[in-house]
C-alpha cells in the first residue's frame, strides 16, 4: 500500500564537523513508511551517540501503518521506548545523556512535525521558507517572554541549553504541528550544527531548484566551509517530486558521509 499521496524524493547526511572528534547525531530516512528523523545526542563521548541512536533504532521497528492515526501512535510508542532504555542507561552510568530529534511523518497527503530540543524542522513553499518547530531552549523562552531580542539572543551566553530532549527525564515532552502535503513542498530537517552556520534564506536557496541529494551536499559544504563547529545532519525531503520512487543515501546514521 502507498503510505503517501505524492511522490518522494528525499535524502540525508550527516558528518562530524571541523571541530568534534566524533559524531553524536544519527538520522533515519524510511519513506516506505513515511518517516525521516534527525537526532543530536547529548552527555559526552561514547553517550550522545548512544542516545539518538536508541532513538532511531526504536523508530526503525514502525513498519507500515493503517493510517495515518495509527503512524503517529506508532511513532510516540517507539519514542517512549527509546526514552525508557535512555533513562535506564543515564542511571546504569551515573550520567545524564539524551537527544534532541525533530522528526517528518507524511501519510495520505497529510504530514506531522514532531520535535524535542533545538533540532528544526523547515518547510520550503511557494518559493518562502517557514520554521515548522520552534526550538525548546531557555533562549527561545526567553525571546518568547520579550526579555530580549532576537538580535541578543544569537550571541545569548546561554542560546544553546535545552529544555527538552529524550531521556532526560521520565516524562516525554514534545511538540508537533500538522497539515496538508502539497506538491513541490520541500521539508528541511536539520541538527543545530546546520542552523549555526547557515541563515534560514540561505537554506531556502540551497533546495529552492535542486534534489534533496544536491541540496544536503552544498548545504553541509556551506557549514564546513564556515568552521563546522558542531556536528551536523541535515535531511531533506521533496513532495511531489515527480520522480516514480523515493531516493535517499544508502546509509541512515551517523556515519554516512564522514568525509
Request: aromatic share 4%; net charge negative; glycine share 10%.
Amino acid at each position: 500500500m502507498s503510505t503517501v499521496a505524492l511522490p518522494i524524493d528525499s535524502f540525508g547526511v550527516s558528518h562530524q564537523g571541523c571541530v568534534r572528534d566524533h559524531n553524536e547525531d544519527n538520522y533515519l530516512i524510511e519513506p516506505q513508511t513515511g518517516l525521516w528523523v534527525v537526532a543530536d545526542g547529548m552527555g559526552g563521548h561514547e553517550a550522545g551517540e548512544v542516545a539518538s541512536a536508541s532513538i532511531v533504532d526504536h523508530l526503525a521497528t514502525i513498519g507500515i501503518a493503517s493510517s495515518a492515526p495509527d503512524l503517529r501512535a506508532r511513532f510516540e510508542d517507539r519514542l517512549s521506548r527509546a526514552n525508557a532504555e535512555i533513562r535506564d542507561i543515564s542511571r546504569s552510568r551515573g550520567i545524564t545523556i539524551g537527544s534532541t530529534f525533530a522528526a517528518l511523518l507524511a501519510m495520505d497527503g497529510r504530514f506531522a512535525c514532531l520535535w524535542a530540543g533545538d533540532s528544526r524542522i523547515y518547510l520550503v513553499r511557494n518559493g518562502s521558507i517557514f520554521q515548522v518547530s520552534k526550538d525548546h531552549t531557555e533562549v527561545q523562552e526567553l525571546l518568547d517572554r520579550g526579555m530580549i531580542s532576537a538580535e541578543e539572543a544569537l550571541t545569548w551566553p546561554r542560546r544553546n541549553v535545552i529544555t527538552h530532549a529524550v531521556g532526560v527525564s521520565d516524562e516525554l515532552e514534545i511538540d508537533f504541528q500538522q497539515g496538508e502535503l502539497m506538491a513541490g513542498d520541500v521539508f528541511v530537517l536539520g541538527t543545530d550544527g546546520l542552523t549555526a552556520h547557515v541563515s534560514d534564506a540561505e537554506i531556502e536557496a540551497a533546495v529552492r531548484s535542486a534534489t534533496p541529494r544536491a541540496a544536503c551536499q552544498t548545504l553541509l559544504d556551506m557549514v564546513l566551509a564556515r568552521g563546522g563547529t558542531d556536528n551536523v545532519t541535515i535531511v531533506l525531503v521533496k513532495i511531489g517530486s515527480g520522480h516514480s520512487g523515493a531516493h535517499h543515501s544508502d546509509r541512515s546514521g551517523a556515519e554516512a558521509a564522514a568525509r
